[in-house]
Each structure stands twice: as C-alpha cells, then as structure tokens.
C-alpha cells in the first residue's frame, strides 16, 4: 500500500513540474518555467529546514549536546540528499529488490530490521545488501496498516523474529528505525513467541514521544505524541532490566524526533549521533558497525520459542 502510494506522490510531482515548465516555456517564459518546476521538485527542502528551526528552538533546554549552526546546516544538506532517495526511488519502487535472506540452518545469528513511520523495508536497502555480502541472514517487514495502531505491528515482527530464529537456532539482533523502536518495544512486552531479542538497537526512535507528532492524526501519530497515554502503558509493562539489552541511537539534528533525549532509554547504551539527521541516521556507519558487533558476539542461551526450541 505504501509503495503505491509514494509511486503516486512521487511520479504526481514529476507530472505537475514538468507542465508547469512546458506551460511557461510555452508562454515564452523560460526562467519563470525552470524556478516554478524545481520548486516543485525541491519544495521539500523548505519543509526540512522548518523542521530544523522548531528542533533547534525545542532542544534548547534538553540535556542533550547542543547543536552548533554549522552541524544543523551539514544535518539538513544531508536529509536533502537522502529522503528523495528513501521516499522517491527505495520505497516506492525498490521496496522488493533485496528479498529477505533466511538459508536452512543458517551457520550465524540473524537480523530483523523494522522500519517507522510512513516508511516500508526499501528503507533498509543499503544495509541488507551490506548484511548478504557478509552471509548474515535477515528478515525485513513492512508494518501495515500503515496508519493503524503501534500494538497492531506485534504480530508482524513476531513472525518475523520466529522466522529468522527457527533457522538460525538463535535470537535475533532486531534493529528498529524511528516507530519501528515503539512496536519493538510493544512486541517484547506483548512475548507471543516467548523468544527475546538477543540485542535491540534502535535509532531515532521516539521512546517517551516527539514533539511534531503533536502535529499527526493518524493513530500511530497520536502515539507518538509526548507524554501520551500510550507510553505509559507501555512503561509499565517493561521490566527495567529490559533496556540493559537495546542500544539506542539518538541526536542533536534528528528533524523528526525531537527533544533529542526522548530517543533514549534508561539502562541503555544510548549513543548520541552528531550532525545527523532523521532518516540519514539508518544508514550511519555506526549504527551498522553495531549491527555486525551484536551479530558476532556468541552470547549464552537465552530464552526458550514457545515450540521449546532454546535459542542462543
């Protein structure tokens, strides 16, 4: 549905640039004509940099490092150059083009990769193909409904979990971008298989909320929101010795998630990304070199998948 759905977005503005500059070429107006269709196409750009300003102005009172001017910039030059490719290119129409990665009796332990809101698993493309040339197996979902609740995703990333752990014989490193985190989060608590993840690493994930997503009225927007209902009950339901096992990834320039330090957890490694922006941050080299250290580390067993299966 998504993919749809961003292919319709996406060829629609190339549709509405390209008459917009035959219609003023035509009228003898080249200038007028080339200004109309890459504000068009690069309108998005505006949109990113008043998300810049509102974090900028939000985050002034978090305890997390302040970004300088020059780090909010190089932030922002860096979300312009990758959204168009996640939103534009990956999704749209290469959601399928690195297919999951499950051999029989795989030899080394799995990854399950969740991504957030509005996004589909084109997202990770980059790191599954990172993830095949070193032989590791992995499962990518797609959440949907795309805009139902959080709790609704629980199954989708059981299965997953399940999937990736029958054929490894060990639990899984799951990592979760942005929304994916919370469903992750809700999937522990909610232990339909009864197997836990072996590391949990999310990455601009809105643990306690984000302030833009005040500005969302889908139900998972409204679930986001800080200090919504939903985060307390999902505390609540969490062990605190839990998020011993996530590593969270957070930061001064993520334009989506903000305060920045509601994208940690207590009792988690939480390291903090400078110069980064939202969508930029899952493809950071650090998150991936994360990935690879819990994919490599040996561990003891862990827990037992409801068939009595231990995993390791």
């Given amino acids: 549905m998504l993919a749809r759905l961003q292919q319709f977005i996406t060829l629609g503005l190339l549709l509405a640039a390209s008459a917009w500059a035959f219609v003023f070429v035509d009228r003898g107006a080249p200038l007028f004509a080339a200004a109309g269709a890459l504000a068009i196409l690069f309108g998005y750009a505006a949109f990113l940099a008043v998300e810049f300003v509102l974090l900028y102005f939000v985050n002034r009172d978090d305890p997390a490092p302040r970004a300088t001017l020059a780090q909010l910039v190089q932030a922002w030059a860096g979300e312009v150059v990758t959204a168009p490719r996640v939103f534009c290119w990956r999704q749209p129409f290469r959601s399928s083009a690195v297919p999951d990665f499950v051999p029989a009796q795989a030899p080394r332990r799995g990854v399950v990769l969740v991504h957030g809101y509005v996004c589909n698993r084109g997202l990770w493309n980059p790191m599954m193909l990172r993830l095949r040339e070193r032989n590791v197996p992995f499962v990518a979902v797609n959440l949907e409904p795309v805009f139902g609740s959080i709790d609704d995703y629980v199954p989708i990333i059981d299965a997953a979990v399940r999937r990736v752990s029958a054929a490894t014989g060990m639990t899984p490193v799951v ?138």
């Fill in 175 to 312: 990592i979760a971008h942005s929304m994916g985190g919370l469903a992750v989060r809700a999937w522990q608590s909610s232990a339909m298989s009864g197997i836990q993840a072996h590391r949990i690493i999310t990455v601009g994930s809105p643990h306690r909320g984000t302030f833009l997503a005040r500005f969302g009225h889908t139900q998972n927007a409204q679930q986001m929101r800080l200090k919504h209902a939903w985060h307390t009950k999902l505390l609540s339901s969490e062990p605190a010795e839990r998020f011993a096992r996530f590593t969270c990834f957070y930061g001064h320039c993520d334009n989506i998630v903000f305060p920045a330090s509601t994208a940690t957890l207590p009792g988690a490694e939480n390291r903090h990304l400078t110069a980064c922006a939202h969508v930029h941050m899952a493809h950071h080299p650090a998150v991936l070199s994360e990935v690879f250290r819990w994919v490599e580390s040996a561990g003891a067993p862990e827990t037992a998948s409801a068939g009595g299966r231990v995993a390791r």
